[in-house]
């Protein structure tokens, strides 16, 4: 799962709180990669992405499907997504 989101956005911060919430229930099965918009560093990563609002979250499956979010998601969302990719989908 991948989450570009910045520092000082408050739908970002939400997500990022939520992230960190459940983040214990999928890991190691389940890779979180956290994309900070506001680091100038990451900006090749951002255009690459074609990230145009934030927060924004991938979903990539271990076969390289991907499903992306923008904006804050619901807790129940969050889980769905991360229990299909924690099975393999």
């Known amino acids: ?3 570009f989101h910045s520092t000082n956005c408050i739908p970002c ?3 990022e709180q939520l992230v ?10 389940v890779v979180f990669v ?3 918009t506001n680091d100038r560093a990451n900006l090749t990563l951002i255009r690459q992405a074609m990230i145009q609002a934030i927060p924004t979250t ?5 076969s390289g499907q991907s499903k992306r979010v923008v904006g804050a ?3 129940e ?3 769905a997504e991360l229990s ?6």
């Open 34 to 36: 956290d994309v900070i």
């Open 84 to 89: 299909r990719l924690k099975a393999g989908q």
């Open 73 to 75: 998601i619901k807790e």
């Open 77 to 79: 969302t969050l889980r």
């Open 20 to 29: 960190k919430k459940v983040r214990v229930d999928y890991e190691p099965e």
């Open 13 to 15: 911060k939400t997500m």
């Open 58 to 62: 991938f979903f990539v499956s271990s």
């Open 1 to 3: 799962m991948i989450l």
